[in-house]
């Protein structure tokens, strides 16, 4: 931890989302700019590390970088003390430079390309995951002395959006097999990992995959590998929903350590939680950059004569001899379409509504503008949102409701921090959205409590693993009954 995060602005207390959107968007244009742009909240992020310690307080988090790896928000939560997940070079590097311990990292990757290997082994990031023979030949030539997870695969009782069980972990009958293996080739397992899949369908996916996992533990410790680290990897939700919460997520987990992995058998648990921590803290700020009035169906019907008989537009054209043309008497407003263009979409921040399962849902931002729309802000037209490549798979919304909205009009879309900056790229030349970085100042000093004494980066600099300690103080300051017995990441 060398230095305060930069670009952070710091209030005294969050103002309405609106007035943030509406004060950038006034910035970007005396700048001469219509670019869309993040709001990244880094309350949001520390509100639900609290949330974490308070509902799972067994279970230390190691943030997945893979679902975002925006830099101020990586370095905000190492400075928070939880550990982090990381899959490749690039990842390890990244934290690595931010001054991490390296025992705060899983490399839970266990497809490991060799040179990626042989950078773990040189910074000494030896807890990693393996499922497969191959991997262990890999680890024995490269990195003889890492600590190895044996990933299993979730419970196939249930399902997943992404569920990883083809491309993942090794089934529960052939874990003996890969122990006895590590075993014969002298290298160390030391736990179990899984992860029930991102998105999962239903809470017992996590129970079920714990009880596989102590199955697993049990061949581990039969074998005499000195069993310590149940990793139970990601899929808690980044949103809500009545039938998959966090708070429901954490009474099963819990209700299930319980049984298998009781405090008293005196195994660390960690997790890889990705989505539940990045969702809420970023807000997406497009604005619409052209627009088009169309008639419902309008692709359909512009000029084919068959569709003047069976498309819904029917009676907005006729026939003039030969001719198709447009009816000259006005089109009632129902039957028209809105189509916006906005300046970012599903090859940038997007991606998430085809790669990730999003549905995306637009607030309109209250601008004097949209106050004096005809009819009003309140009334709803049918509309489509498309994004600003010349693709025309880019869209965002095939289906929506919103108000009339002009050229320049901005809209924003909360919860979109999970997969969307490390997917996006800059196709057609579409640049990504820009990111402006918000906290209150409550959470600000609670993980900076003196940021003008150099002191405290200082000891931290000096003693590494007084720094994994210091964070865990640090975290102390969050009002939760986190358990540092259990839970410190040096293991
Ligand atoms: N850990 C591993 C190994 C993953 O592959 C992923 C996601 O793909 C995660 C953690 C994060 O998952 P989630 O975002 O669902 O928490």
């Known amino acids: ?12 207390k969050i103002p309405p989302m609106d007035d943030i959107v509406l004060d950038k ?11 869309a742009f993040f709001l990244v909240s880094l309350g949001d992020i520390y509100q639900r590390l609290s949330q974490w310690r308070n509902l799972l307080p067994r279970v230390f988090p190691f943030y997945a970088l893979k679902c975002n790896n925006d830099p101020e928000v990586t370095k905000f939560l190492a400075d928070t003390g939880i550990g982090f997940d990381c899959a490749s070079k690039a990842e390890l590097v990244q934290i690595l430079d931010l001054g991490v311990h390296p025992s705060r990292i899983v490399y839970a990757n266990p497809c490991k390309p060799c040179s990626h290997l042989q950078f773990a082994a040189n910074n000494d990031v030896d807890l990693m995951t393996f499922d497969d023979i191959h991997e262990l030949i890999k680890v024995k030539q490269y990195f003889p002395k890492a600590r190895l997870l044996l990933r299993i695969q979730s419970n196939k009782l249930h399902k997943a959006k992404h569920n990883f069980n083809k491309k993942f972990g090794c089934a529960l009958r052939s874990a003996k097999r890969l122990l006895v293996q590590a075993k014969h080739m002298h290298l160390s397992v030391v736990g179990v990992s899984f ?3 991102s998105l999962p369908e239903d809470v017992t996916s996590f129970s079920t995959t714990i009880c596989d996992a102590s199955l697993a533990f049990k061949l581990g410790e039969d074998l005499g590998f000195d069993m310590t680290i149940l990793d139970i990897g990601g899929g808690f939700p980044g949103v809500d929903t009545e039938h998959m919460s966090f708070e429901k997520v954490a009474a099963v987990v819990n209700t299930a350590l319980d049984t298998y992995f009781p405090e008293s ?23 619409v950059i052209a627009k088009r009035v169309v008639q419902e169906n309008f692709e359909e019907c512009s000029g084919c004569h068959a569709c003047l008989d069976v498309c819904e537009c029917h009676g907005a054209f006729e026939s003039v001899g030969d001719d198709v043309v447009r009816k000259e008497e006005p089109i009632r407003d129902e039957a028209m379409v809105r189509m916006y263009y906005v300046n970012d979409g599903i090859y940038g921040s997007f991606n998430n509504v085809f790669t990730d399962h999003a549905i995306v849902h637009p607030c309109v931002l209250k601008s004097s503008k949209a106050s004096s729309q005809p009819g009003g802000p309140s009334k709803l037209h049918r509309s489509i949102l498309w994004g600003p490549t010349c693709d025309g798979l880019d869209c965002v919304m095939r289906e929506c409701l919103l108000p009339d909205l002009e050229v320049g009009q901005s809209l924003y879309f909360r919860d979109m921090g999970a997969y969307t900056v490390t ?9 990504r959205p820009l990111r402006f970085y918000i906290c209150d100042d409550t959470t600000w000093s609670a993980i900076y409590p003196n940021p003008n004494q150099d002191s405290y980066f200082k000891c931290v600099k000096a003693d590494l693993r007084k720094d994994c300690l210091h964070q865990l103080d640090c975290l102390e300051s969050i009002p939760a009954t986190w358990s540092h017995t259990t839970s410190v990441p040096i293991m």
Request: a negative charge; proline letters at 7%.
């Open 195 to 197: 992860h029930v899949g």
């Open 423 to 431: 997917l996006s790229c800059d196709f057609n030349g579409i640049p």
């Open 1 to 12: 931890m060398s230095s305060l995060p930069v670009n952070v602005e710091i209030y005294k």
């Open 25 to 35: 968007c006034s910035l970007l244009q005396t700048m001469g700019r219509d670019d």
């Open 265 to 287: 058998r005196g195994v660390h648990i960690i997790a890889e939680p990705g989505r539940y921590l990045a969702t809420p803290a970023f807000t997406l700020a497009v604005s």
